[in-house]
């Protein structure tokens, strides 16, 4: 079965850090490339990052570039994402997805809350 699990997420005042996990099972986690998506009820969802399977390559929403790091770790199966400098627009609900071989997969996500 395949399954991702974000942690990581929370309430945080801006200008904070916040480290997102997201960890996987059921599939080759090294062969697929892995992203970060946000959804917000008013912008929807959002592209955030994105690392290639093969030469860990990396590319970035302009908004979060700079602030955001994308990173994988291929033996433990986790993509994180290092969120510094964060502001209240950051606030929303975080997803990681798999792609690759035809197929995707999402997690559950989890709600990182950017307020003071």
């Known amino acids: 079965e395949v399954q991702l699990v974000e942690s990581g997420g929370g309430l945080v005042q801006p200008g904070g850090s916040l480290r997102l996990s997201c960890a996987a099972s059921g599939f080759t986690f090294s062969s697929y490339v892995m992203s970060w998506f946000r959804h917000t009820p008013i912008k929807g969802l959002e592209w955030v990052s994105g690392?290639?399977?093969?030469?860990?390559?990396?590319r970035y929403y302009d908004s979060v570039k700079g602030r955001f790091t994308i990173s994988r770790d291929n033996d433990k199966n986790t993509l994180y994402l290092q969120m510094n400098s964060l502001k209240p627009e950051d606030t929303a609900v975080y997803y990681c997805?798999?792609?690759?071989?035809?197929?995707?997969?999402w997690g559950q996500g989890t709600q990182v809350t950017v307020s003071s």
């Open positions: 997805r798999a792609t690759g071989w035809g197929s995707s997969y």
């Open positions: 690392i290639a399977s093969d030469d860990n390559s990396t």
